[in-house]
């Protein structure tokens, strides 16, 4: 079975506190991996897609890797404003549908 | 440009009424998936449309349905509601033929009583 595990499941930081975020998936066949975050009471908001292991790609202090069998998210120096829940989903090749299974989150507080 | 846009809201239904949500996605974009988030959860998939075809379903019962206009908006609808039902319900677009980015709209929140 197609599983998405996240941890920690909640991680507070001081402000320029760096630490990573760990996502781990078990997919026959993986398409993507998306990574949102997701603030109070709205929809998730893109921040990347990875395809292949070894990428990387970076937006402002975030920056996602992706292995083979897991994906991680770097914040580098964050401000209080990076305070949400970061949501990994991964998208597996089977069928027609192109639709994500998501892990369960990691809510994330930076304390000014 | 305007994003996914999902309606109503907000909404308060009654075990055992019958609800339907609304969802328009990017301009441009000819494929919609729902998702079903409870809180304290990530989102689940319920479907997916693209040009107007169910491209694919989760794990959801049969009361939960869907469908997809000549416009490319979308509705979903949940009968004999149960209390389990409450839940952030999402609505998601693709343009599958320029890349996979999914984008999500802020959701209508569903409260069954």
């Known amino acids: 079975e197609d599983q998405v595990t996240q941890s920690p499941e909640a991680l507070r930081l001081q402000e320029g506190e760096s630490s990573s975020l760990n996502c781990s998936y078990t997919?026959?066949?993986?398409?993507?991996l998306f990574w949102y975050r997701q603030d109070p009471g709205k929809g998730p908001e893109f921040l990347f897609t990875?395809?292949?292991a070894g990428e990387e790609k970076e937006k402002e202090r975030l920056k996602a890797t992706l292995t083979k069998k897991e994906s991680f998210l770097h914040i580098t120096a964050p401000k209080p404003e990076d305070s949400a829940t970061y949501l990994c989903?991964?998208?597996?090749?089977?069928?027609?549908?192109?639709?994500?299974?998501f892990g369960k989150g990691t809510h994330l507080i930076i304390q000014p | 440009d305007a994003g996914v846009t999902q309606s109503p809201t907000h909404l308060i239904k009654t075990r055992g009424q019958q609800v339907t949500l609304r969802c328009s996605p990017i301009?441009?974009?000819?494929?919609v998936s729902w998702y079903q988030q409870v809180l304290g959860q990530g989102p689940q998939f319920i479907f997916q449309?693209?040009?107007?075809?169910?491209?694919g379903r989760g794990n959801f019962p049969d009361r939960f349905s869907a469908r997809q206009f000549p416009n490319y908006s979308s509705e979903l609808n949940v009968n004999a509601l149960l209390l389990g039902d409450s839940a952030l319900y999402l609505c998601a677009s693709t343009d599958l033929s320029s890349g996979n980015t999914i984008y999500f709209g802020e959701g209508s929140w569903l409260t069954v009583v």
């Open positions: 990875l395809y292949s």
């Open positions: 449309y693209y040009e107007k075809e169910e491209r």
């Open positions: 301009s441009g974009h000819k494929s």
């Open positions: 989903a991964v998208q597996f090749s089977g069928g027609g549908a192109d639709g994500l299974t």
């Open positions: 997919v026959s066949g993986l398409r993507g």
